[in-house]
Structures are given as C-alpha cells and as structure tokens.
C-alpha cells in the first residue's frame, strides 16, 4: 500500500521569503505521479505543481518548485518570494500508475502555512 | 458548467437521518472520485467512478455510505442513519481520465451531525 507522509504540521513564513515543504512517501510502484495541492479557507482544492516519477527533472511553475529525490522517496515543495496569498494548508498526494485520473489520490495529512506581513 | 459544482454547500442534519449529496462534475470527464476531509485532516478516499461503474469502492467506511453515478455525470453519494463521526467536508472530484489531465475539485459540501 502507498502512503504520503507530512511530517510538518504548522508552518511560518515572513512575507518575500523562502520557505520549503516536506512530503516522504512510500511506493513499490514504478509508475506513478506526485502532487501539492493547496487548499485555502474556501476549501476548494488547487493543484499547485506536479512531478512525473519517470522525470529526473524537478517541476517548477513560477514561484513553486520542488525538489525530487526518488531514491529516498522525498518530494518537497520550495515557494519562493512568499506571499500573504500563499496562507494555506497545503497537501501531498500520490498517485499511481502511467495517466492521471485513473486511479484514486493518496493524500498526507497536510501542512498549514501562515505567511506574515 | 466552468467546473465541478457540488451541493449543498452546507448541510445540518440530525443524527439518524438520511442524506444525500450532489456532484456535478466538468462536462466530458469520466472519472469522478469521493472524498472525506474530517476536522484538520487530510482527504479520505471513498469511491472513484469511470463512467457509471465503480471499479474501486474500498474507502466506503461502513454499509451506510453508498454512492451512484448516472449518464456518466451526475454523482450521488448517500450517507444513511447519520451519525456525529459522519460530519466531514465531503469533497468530489473529477478528471477526463486520459493523458495527463489532473484531477479538478469541487468545493465541497461541509456537512454536521447534530
């Protein structure tokens, strides 16, 4: 069974600063995608950035990037220049297998981010 | 419509009723995916539909929850005889299964057991 670990449960960060995510899973699959979704008080889910296992490169979308170790099974997620509108609890996910959307997401218990002025 | 529509929003019932909440999700997508997020958790997995079949129910905690999809659209997910464990965010999903199209949520329906 595949598992996402979020091992920070509450996070600061002062506005225009750096911070980083971390997310560990566990997976005997060979194929499979991870994700952070970021989920602000309206609840609604946004997909902030993806990363194909079989991608050496690490995915990066403007101010989000991350840093993809697949030997130790570690996918962190590194914001740069924070800003007040990043508050929020962020999520990893696993999911298995070659095309997204066919098999369920497996989510970490989240990590809270509260950026100050 | 834009993107997947959930309803109620909101929903206060009493412990022993029955409930029924509605996912509408983007026009096309064959795969539509349950979830239940409890206070300061992350996401259960509860069902994942393609088209009208159900080919993974293993998150359906208890014989009370239940979930349908018709037309390949519309989901239904009910919940009977409530209890005050059932109170959650339920969140629906859906994606058009193919190629590399990610998964788009809804905003859930927040729903309490009183």
């Known amino acids: 069974a595949q598992t996402v670990t979020q091992s920070q449960p509450e996070m600061s960060v002062q506005e225009a600063e750096t911070v980083t995510l971390s997310c560990t899973y566990d997976?005997?699959?060979?194929?499979?995608?991870l994700f952070w979704y970021k989920q602000p008080p309206s609840r609604q889910m946004i997909l902030v950035i993806r990363q194909e296992a079989y991608k050496q490169q690490n995915a990066t979308e403007n101010r989000f990037s991350v840093n993809f170790q697949k030997a130790a099974k570690s996918f962190s997620l590194k914001i740069s220049d924070s800003q007040l509108g990043d508050t929020a609890m962020y999520f990893c996910?696993?999911?298995?297998?070659?095309?997204?959307?066919?098999?369920?997401?497996?989510f970490g218990t989240g990590t809270r981010l509260q950026v100050f002025p | 419509g834009a993107g997947v529509s959930q309803s109620p929003s909101n929903k206060v019932t009493e412990k022993g009723k029955d409930v029924e909440l509605r996912c509408d999700p983007i026009s096309g997508h064959t795969a539509l995916y349950w979830y239940r997020q409890s206070l300061g958790q992350g996401l259960e997995f509860l069902i994942y539909f393609q088209g009208n079949s159900a080919p993974d129910k293993s998150g359906l905690p208890s014989d009370r929850f239940s979930a349908e999809r018709t037309g390949g659209s519309v989901s239904t997910l009910t919940i009977q005889r409530t209890q005050q464990e059932d109170s959650a965010v339920y969140l629906c999903?859906?994606?058009?299964?193919?190629?590399?199209?990610?998964?788009?949520f809804g905003n859930g329906t927040r729903l309490t057991v009183t």
């Open positions: 997976t005997s699959e060979s194929n499979y995608y």
């Open positions: 999903a859906s994606s058009s299964g193919q190629g590399q199209s990610p998964l788009h």
């Open positions: 996910a696993f999911s298995k297998g070659t095309y997204i959307g066919t098999d369920k997401l497996i």
